[in-house]
């Protein structure tokens, strides 16, 4: 399968309180296959949420280079940027980051708008997708009359609403028990294998790291060799 996202010699570092320079990743190499499922484990603080963002063009590295569907990044103004996180990017993070004032429909459609899609369309495509994850009868509801694991069926209906070519998810069954983290874990695989999608999640569940096709460890800011069901391969 085609490489879909690449990270090449991938470096961000931050200044401390101190003006000392903190290096958080160092010449970190990725290349993630279309359809393909990648899981990136490692203690908290490795920085593994600051890689996902880097890859979601939610921030810009240090150095390096990232390309997406054979765009880089640096070539890119930010407009240019914004764009391609709306139409090629999905996101799902550990909590659901839902519109309060708005209906579950309204949030999912709110990508298409944002796109430029027509009401109408919009509102087909929203309603087609989470029907497809389960929530037909709980579209006219807000976050706030959403159970916890529906509001994150809500939010994966939103991440991948755009038919987005990776998307990328932070912890996302992090705040489930276990029954709906299983329940969303299946959800997330079916929904990569059916839109052929890339998938990216940074976690530190066990039980979904050894479904990926393969899991990396980050640590002291490197991207270590494929970890085989929680081992070191």
Same mark, same amino acid.
């Given at each position: 399968?085609?490489?879909?996202?690449?990270?090449?010699?991938?470096?961000?570092?931050?200044?401390?309180?101190?003006?000392?320079?903190?290096?958080?990743?160092?010449?970190?190499?990725?290349?993630?296959?279309?359809? @393909? #499922?990648?899981?990136? %484990? /490692?203690?908290? $603080?490795?920085?593994?949420?600051?890689?996902?963002? &880097?890859? +979601?063009?939610?921030?810009?590295?240090?150095?390096?280079?990232?390309?997406?569907?054979?765009?880089?990044?640096?070539?890119?103004?930010?407009?240019?940027?914004?764009?391609?996180?709306?139409?090629?990017?999905?996101?799902?993070?550990?909590?659901?980051?839902?519109?309060?004032?708005?209906?579950?429909?309204?949030?999912?459609?709110?990508?298409?708008?944002?796109?430029?899609?027509?009401?109408?369309?919009?509102?087909?495509?929203?309603? @087609? #997708?989470?029907?497809? %994850? /389960?929530?037909? $009868?709980?579209?006219?509801?807000?976050?706030?009359? &959403?159970? +916890?694991?529906?509001?994150?069926?809500?939010?994966?209906?939103?991440?991948?609403?755009?038919?987005?070519?990776?998307?990328?998810?932070?912890?996302?069954?992090?705040?489930?028990?276990?029954?709906?983290?299983?329940?969303?874990?299946?959800?997330?695989?079916?929904?990569?294998?059916?839109?052929?999608?890339?998938?990216?999640?940074?976690?530190?569940?066990?039980?979904?790291?050894?479904?990926?096709?393969?899991?990396?460890?980050?640590?002291?800011?490197?991207?270590?060799?494929?970890?085989? $069901?929680?081992?070191?391969?």
């Amino acid at each position: 399968m085609s490489v879909i996202l690449e990270a090449r010699g991938l470096r961000k570092s931050f200044r401390s309180g101190d003006a000392a320079e903190l290096e958080v990743l160092v010449d970190v190499d990725l290349a993630v296959h279309r359809g @393909e #499922v990648v899981t990136i %484990v /490692g203690e908290s $603080g490795a920085g593994k949420s600051t890689l996902l963002h &880097l890859l +979601g063009a939610l921030d810009e590295p240090t150095g390096g280079e990232i390309v997406l569907d054979g765009q880089s990044y640096a070539a890119l103004s930010q407009e240019e940027r914004d764009v391609l996180r709306n139409r090629k990017l999905g996101f799902v993070f550990q909590f659901h980051h839902l519109l309060r004032e708005f209906t579950a429909l309204e949030n999912v459609m709110m990508p298409l708008m944002i796109a430029g899609v027509g009401d109408g369309e919009a509102r087909g495509r929203a309603e @087609e #997708v989470l029907a497809r %994850v /389960g929530m037909a $009868g709980r579209m006219a509801h807000r976050p706030a009359q &959403l159970s +916890g694991g529906e509001q994150q069926r809500c939010a994966v209906a939103r991440a991948v609403v755009n038919d987005p070519r990776v998307l990328l998810a932070d912890e996302p069954s992090g705040n489930l028990d276990e029954k709906h983290a299983g329940r969303l874990h299946d959800l997330l695989f079916e929904l990569v294998r059916d839109l052929e999608t890339a998938l990216v999640i940074v976690t530190h569940n066990r039980a979904l790291s050894e479904r990926a096709d393969r899991t990396l460890l980050l640590t002291q800011g490197r991207l270590q060799p494929t970890v085989s $069901g929680g081992v070191m391969s």
